[in-house]
């Protein structure tokens, strides 16, 4: 069994379990809000809508099916969170906590965020988040971004101010989750 007053990322190590379960949840979810909505219902772009080469920025099939394997890797983002939650509640002594899954699925899409919209986005430039939008394209790229900072920092905020997660001097004690 972990240590309680050992800590992770400012946080008790005993959450990592948990955590790393939400960050997977949340990297799954991030990503079919992405695809559903962007892609599918607002139709603002496909995954190769914006690549350099016209014949398959306008190839709807190829785009569709690119759209498709996104969507696989979203949805084995969440199976492989679905396991780690499992494993975590099964194997390990983790904190009985709602708020730090909530926090870290937050944290997850934020994450998906980023990394979706510095590689696919700025990086690989295959698409943007409205290229046909009012203002310029880097403004609502900017903000995919920004809406992905501020879902990380909120989401490890939601943690750190769950008391089934940060370590504090009581933790020898009694733990929160009462099993200890």
């Given at each position: 069994m972990a240590d309680r007053n050992?800590?992770?990322?400012g946080l008790r190590r005993d959450a990592k379990p948990l955590v790393l379960a939400g960050l997977a949840l949340g990297l799954g979810f991030g990503?079919?809000?992405d695809g559903i909505v962007f892609h599918q219902i607002l139709q603002l772009h496909h995954m190769l809508s914006s690549y350099p080469d016209a014949s398959v920025a306008?190839?709807?099939e190829l785009n569709v099916m690119a759209d498709g394997?996104?969507?696989l890797a979203t949805y084995v983002f969440t199976v492989i969170g679905v396991v780690l939650l499992s494993r975590a509640w099964r194997f390990h002594p983790v904190p009985n906590s709602g708020r730090?899954?909530?926090g870290a699925v937050i944290m997850g899409w934020g994450g998906f965020n980023?990394?979706?919209g510095l590689?696919?986005?700025?990086l690989l430039g295959i698409h943007h988040v409205w290229p046909?939008?009012?203002?310029?394209?880097?403004?609502?790229d900017a903000i995919f971004l920004l809406w992905g900072a501020l879902f990380l920092g909120g989401g490890y905020l939601v943690i750190r101010t769950d008391s089934a997660a940060t370590p504090t001097a009581g933790d020898e004690a009694v733990a929160t989750d009462g099993r200890g």
């Open positions: 050992e800590t992770w990322l990503g079919f809000f306008t190839d709807l394997l996104f969507h730090t899954l909530l980023l990394v979706e590689v696919s986005h700025q046909a939008g009012p203002g310029p394209i880097v403004l609502w």
